[in-house]
C-alpha cells in the first residue's frame, strides 16, 4: 500500500518537472538558453545538440549570444537555428553567432498564455490516469474495504495537492507572459 502511495507521488513529482521543461520552452520575450533546448546541429555527419559545441550566454536581456568551440562549425549552427523553426535569425559574425528576441506583441502574448494553460491541461490530464493507475492498483490488493478506501483517499489528497501546484506553476507563467 505505502509502495503504491510512494510511486503515485514519484509520478507526479515527475509529471511536474515535465511541465517546468513545458514552461521554459514558452519564451516571456526574455533571453533564455533554454529556447535553444531542442536546437540540433548536423556537425561531422551527426545531429549534435548546440550545447554540446558552443557556450550560450545573456550579453542583454533580449539577446543570447552562442560562441562555438570550433569556428568552423558556425555556418552548421547557424542552420540548426533555422531548421528547428524557433522563430529567431541568427546573426553571425563570422566568430560569435547573436540572436535577438523580438519584444513580444499582445498577440503573441495572448498565443503563449494559450500554449502554457493547454500545457497544464496536459499535465493534470497526466496526474488524473496517473490516480486512476493508483486506484486501479490499489483494488488489485486483498486488504480490508476500510484500507482501500483510506488509500484512495490519500491518493485523492496527492491528486489535489498537485493540481494545485499545476495551478500555480500556471499563473505565474501567465504573469510572467503577461507582464510588459
Known amino acids: ?7 503515485t507521488e514519484s509520478r ?13 520552452n514558452i519564451r516571456a520575450g526574455r533571453a533564455n538558453p533554454s529556447i535553444l533546448d531542442g536546437v540540433l546541429v548536423n556537425y561531422y555527419g551527426a545531429s549534435t545538440p548546440l550545447k554540446q559545441l558552443a557556450n550560450i550566454s545573456i550579453p542583454e536581456a533580449r539577446q543570447l ?7 568552423s562549425a558556425l555556418g552548421a549552427i547557424e542552420k540548426g537555428i533555422y531548421e528547428a523553426n524557433i522563430g529567431l535569425t541568427p546573426n553571425n559574425n563570422g566568430e560569435i553567432i547573436i540572436l535577438n528576441i523580438p519584444a513580444l506583441t499582445e498577440d503573441t502574448r495572448k498565443e503563449y498564455v494559450k500554449q502554457a494553460k493547454q500545457a497544464a491541461e ?18 488489485k490488493l486483498e486488504i480490508p474495504e476500510d484500507d482501500i478506501k483510506y488509500c484512495m483517499d490519500e491518493i485523492q489528497e496527492l491528486i489535489n495537492k498537485y493540481n494545485k501546484i499545476v495551478d500555480e506553476k500556471l499563473e505565474v507563467k501567465e504573469k510572467d507572459l503577461l507582464s510588459v
Request: aromatic content about 4%.
Open 1 to 7: 500500500m505505502d509502495d503504491i502511495l510512494l510511486e
Open 65 to 71: 549570444c552562442i560562441k562555438p568551440f570550433d569556428k
Open 12 to 24: 507526479m513529482e515527475s509529471a511536474i518537472e515535465s511541465l517546468d521543461k513545458k514552461f521554459t
Open 122 to 139: 496536459e499535465i493534470k490530464i497526466a496526474l488524473r490516469n496517473i490516480r486512476q493507475d493508483a486506484n486501479n492498483d490499489i483494488k
